[in-house]
């Protein structure tokens, strides 16, 4: 009897619903479209499986819902087993049949993708794996839907029996009882556990060392011998950072005339006993290498664990020739994606921290004898670097150039520029007060487009068509944005259209392959970070040659930092 009743409702649980199944194949055929990355088969498998489960849950509450509301009126309602039977039979061969369709198609636009972006194309035969997973997903989700579903339904039984609750008025509390459960496992031992656990793992992490670093012995790069931010307390990033950077004597080569030695300072979270004291040790550090002393000092607020990207901290140094001076501080032991989730007021208060205290000891030299501040971010560094500003006329008085790469849809200044964009400009590339201050580009051509007056200091964001981190919004699963209502350019598909609750899925996922596409799509910025570079800080007599000049040097230097020491 234990095992007929087990069996019994297994079978309740994994039972299909007709409308449900239809729904969530048009849900799971919409999931097969393109959005801004090819998507590998894995990344199709999970979001197919979780959009046909969403689909499912809503053909299937409709359905109960004209059941109840229209159906039960009708003379022919239900109908004869006979129809039924055919319907459970006929409906998924069916659904099964026009996926199969939809899945010829979908190889197809991920192969007009790769091919825009010059990536490897899928197979159909490859791409079959995609819907076994789906299958797979979406009755794991339906599966423990229905099973929550039977729970409450039991609870509510046992209110209606036992506390005499009116049975409306038990289901009602049935819901709000599990509503509240279920939030506290996912916010109290979901979420803040494996908050709790990565936290745990990148703080081990960070106190490994990429093979090939090594301590610094020159005096002007933190973690020296000479420097009061000890090397084994720098962190993975922070030790990457400062043992790289290119040599007095390789610039030179690269640029044809004498260079000087860089500065890179550093603190990560161990350097220093708390934020205030970690700032601290980053004005001495400039002080102490001479930071003060140089052309050019860039504040670079960091994404998640510290990370600062090589090809950048390059091209500042070699357009400077070695002039220059470059700081960050790590401010998290997480990588930028789960920063990005847990720690996004933490960012911005860490970025506001950094430039406010290299600010205020930059402030205190003559102004004619100080180097020019600028603040450069990438990715979540944008955020952090944002935070030390409530607006333009901020950044203006602050500091004489700023430079962000692929900001985060969320952050607030970037939002406020773009829906305040002037009339008739694109989302995907818009105009602020005709470029008078602040501008915004999708790539090199894109930066030299706009031959209007440009006033300094300038502002520049740089942000590809097909990048899903400055793209993707909650926002994406009601409401259709304006760039996908403009005509597609560039990198981005035409085929690509928006589907409610969908989309937000296929664009989460792109987030996941942001940076496995080639430079110049995604979340790859590659040298474009030069050509950014250049507009904002506007070098003494520079031309076109010197910016292919560098770029070359750049593309010589690709995969490593220049010399360990």
């Known amino acids: 009897m234990w095992f007929g009743s087990a069996v019994t409702r297994v079978m309740r649980v994994l039972r299909i619903d007709p409308p449900g199944l239809v729904v969530g194949t048009v849900f799971y055929i919409w999931s097969l479209t393109p959005s801004l990355l090819p998507r590998h088969w894995a990344f199709q498998g999970l979001i197919g499986g979780i959009a046909g489960a969403i689909g499912y849950a809503v053909g299937a509450v409709s359905a109960v819902a004209v059941q109840r509301l229209v159906l039960t009126r009708a003379a022919w309602w239900p109908p004869p087993v006979r129809v039924r039977r055919a319907l459970r039979i006929g409906v998924p061969v069916i659904c099964v049949a026009v996926s199969l ?18 990536t490897e194309s899928p197979t159909y035969l490859g791409y079959l794996r995609a819907p076994v997973l789906s299958v797979l997903i979406a009755i794991a989700v339906v599966g423990v839907f229905r099973i929550l579903r039977d729970v409450g ?34 916010d109290g031992v979901a979420v803040r556990g494996s908050y709790a656990a990565m936290n745990a793992i990148f703080s081990a992490s960070n106190d490994t060392t990429r093979d090939g670093a090594e301590q610094p012995t020159l005096p002007e ?22 043992s790289g ?7 030179a080569e690269y640029n044809g ?8 300072v550093y603190a990560g979270l161990e350097s220093a006993d708390g934020p205030d004291a970690q700032m601290r040790l980053v004005v001495d550090e400039l002080e102490r290498t001479g930071a003060f002393d140089r052309k050019v000092l860039v504040v670079i607020p960091t994404t998640g664990t510290g990370w600062v990207n090589p090809t950048a901290a390059q091209t500042f140094e070699l357009v400077a020739n070695g002039d220059s001076a470059l700081v960050a501080a790590q401010y998290s032991y997480l990588p930028s994606w789960v920063s990005f989730l847990a720690d996004r007021e933490k960012a911005a208060e860490a970025g506001r921290r950094l430039i406010d205290a290299v600010r205020a000891r930059w402030s205190t030299k003559p102004p004619g004898h100080r180097p020019k501040l600028y603040v450069y971010g990438e990715s979540l560094g944008t955020q952090a670097g944002e935070g030390a500003f409530d607006d333009l006329n901020a950044i203006r008085s602050t500091v004489d150039g700023v430079l962000w790469v692929g900001p985060p849809n969320s952050n607030p200044l970037w939002r406020a520029l773009v829906d305040r964009r002037d009339p008739g400009s694109p989302e995907a590339e818009p105009t602020y007060a ?17 031959p209007d007056p440009w006033l300094s200091p300038r502002v520049l964001y740089v942000q590809h068509r097909t990048d899903p981190v400055v793209w993707w919004s909650p926002e994406l699963l009601y409401r259709k944005p304006a760039w996908l209502s403009e005509p597609a350019a560039g990198d981005r598909t035409p085929a690509m259209r928006w589907y409610p609750i969908v989309t937000f899925w296929q664009v989460s996922a792109d987030l996941g392959n942001a940076a496995g596409v080639p430079d110049g799509h995604g979340h790859n910025y590659g040298t474009v970070i030069l050509d950014g570079w250049v507009a904002v800080t506007q070098p003494d007599g520079w031309t076109a040659a010197d910016t292919e000049r ?6 010589d230097l690709r995969g490593h930092d220049g010399p360990e020491k």
């Open 101 to 118: 369709v939809a899945l010829y198609f979908a190889v197809d636009w991920q192969d007009q993708l790769a091919e825009l972006m010059g």
């Open 550 to 555: 560098v770029r070359g040097a750049l593309e």
């Open 257 to 264: 005339k004498p260079a000087k030695e860089p500065i890179r």
């Open 245 to 251: 950077g290119i040599r007095a004597a390789q610039l």
């Open 434 to 450: 005709n470029g008078l201050v602040v501008r915004f580009a999708n790539d090199a051509e894109g930066i030299a487009r706009n």
């Open 153 to 186: 339904g039991w609870l509510a039984r046992k209110l209606n029996r036992v506390f005499r609750i009116p049975r409306r008025a038990a289901t009602a509390l049935s819901l709000v009882v599990m509503l509240v459960v279920i939030y506290t496992l996912i």
């Open 221 to 242: 790069k933190s973690g020296s011998t000479a420097s009061a931010a000890r090397w084994e307390t720098l962190g993975f990033e922070g030790r990457n950072f400062v």
